[in-house]
């Protein structure tokens, strides 16, 4: 056998290994642009989709926009507005982006074009990024706010754009994605289209209720109770007692027992307004039907959990939603007993003997 020739790899093949890592699938992308349309302080988000976001994504919103000056720093590596230095990551951060990839990383595998319009500015501009090269800045004709469109996902990665499922299949996420963003910010009105049909369009209106009525349809709109609970329970976080909780609320929407599917997919939890998939909260909600559900069916949820922010761990991978909890047993005490409480208080399940 030849002895080993070590070689740097150069810069594009890494840039594109490295984006791998962070977008997988459409549905990665998606989360990536609505987290941006969010962080901006838009009142609308509009997502659209060819092909289960294979051939194209567009997402727009009415935010605070990119100065045309600034375009280029939007899509460079490891640049952003959100945060300073990793003290800002110590002491927690407000917004659902912060590493300054995504733009940089969608644009080394897609064809990306970035149009803006600061809200009161003359004129709009765009800028593209093709397979990692970044274009000039033009003047663009534009509606106040960003616009953000990736064609041809992974025209340049062959091997990940073969990993790529069924346009349904690869639809199913980014309707998926795009749900949990909508359910957890129901002030912003969020819609969806696929191949120029709409799958759903919430009103923004604040109502989380109103939010899964449009998303979910009546029928589960129509089944769900109300969840809030606070510590001490009684509501003043400010309180003596409440000097430093660790959980400092838990609220939402839980379905009727009997109003079920047969995935956890519906069963959506969000800590500190982030969607995350954590199976200490599934458990625990889980726990509170207390053996009302049938077997392998799984209820419709919609749970806020608000912890102070140090004691959760958001600094993981990128694509994972997984969140560590410094409290994991109290977080978990909270939300069966919420949620126990509310399905009690509407008479859903039985009282049983205590718990413990
Ligand atoms: P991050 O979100 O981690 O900062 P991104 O690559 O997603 O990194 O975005 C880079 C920067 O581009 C952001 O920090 C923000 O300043 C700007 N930006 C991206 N998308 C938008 C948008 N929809 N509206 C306003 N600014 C945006
Ligand atoms: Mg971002």
Redesign the pocket.
């Known amino acids: 056998m030849e002895p080993p020739n070590i070689e740097r790899l150069d810069e594009r093949t890494v840039q594109r290994i490295a984006a791998g890592e962070v977008v997988e699938r459409p549905a990665s992308v998606v989360k ?2 609505i ?3 969010l ?2 302080g ?1 009142s609308r988000v509009a997502v659209s989709v060819e092909a289960g976001g294979t051939e194209g994504v567009r ?1 727009r ?1 009415d ?4 100065p045309e000056d ?1 375009l280029e ?3 460079a590596e490891h ?4 945060i300073g230095d990793i003290e800002d990551l110590d002491r927690g951060v407000g ?11 969608v644009g080394a595998v897609s064809r990306l074009t ?1 149009r ?1 319009r600061p809200p009161g500015a003359a004129a709009g501009a765009e800028i593209t990024v093709d397979g990692g090269d970044v274009g000039d800045v033009r003047p663009a004709g534009c509606p106040e ?2 616009t ?1 469109e990736v064609d041809d996902l992974f025209y340049n990665t062959p091997a990940r754009k073969k990993f790529l499922k069924r346009t349904a299949t690869e639809f199913d996420r980014v309707n998926t994605v795009v749900t949990g963003y909508a359910l957890a910010n129901p002030d912003v009105a969020v819609s969806l289209e696929h191949d120029g049909r709409e799958t759903f369009a919430t009103e923004g209106n604040g109502d989380l209720r109103s939010a899964v009525l449009a998303v979910y349809g009546r029928e589960v709109a129509e089944a769900m109770v109300d969840v809030a609970w606070a510590p001490d329970g009684d509501g003043d976080p400010t309180g003596p007692d409440a000097a430093d909780p660790p959980v400092r609320g838990v609220s939402g929407l839980v379905s009727h027992p009997e109003t079920t599917r047969s995935t956890r997919e519906y069963l959506a939890t969000y800590v500190n307004g982030r969607y995350v998939t954590a199976s200490a909260l599934r458990e625990a909600v889980l726990d509170a039907y207390g053996g009302q559900l049938a077997p392998d069916r799984y209820p419709f949820a919609v749970l806020f959990v608000e912890v102070p922010p140090g004691d959760v761990d958001v600094n993981v991978h990128p694509r994972k939603l997984e969140v560590r909890f410094d409290e994991e047993p109290a977080v978990r005490e909270a939300v069966e007993g919420a949620v126990e409480e509310a399905l009690l208080d509407h008479g859903l399940i039985r009282s049983t003997a205590p718990r413990g």
């Not at 935010?63 to 990119?66: A, D, R, T, W, Y």
């Not at 640049?79 to 959100?82: E, F, H, I, W």
């Open positions: 990536e642009l987290e941006n349309s962080d901006a838009a997402v919103d935010g605070v926009g990119i600034q720093a939007a899509v640049a952003t507005s959100k917004t659902l982006g912060f590493r300054g990839e995504a733009l940089y990383t970035v803006s706010g960003t953000v």
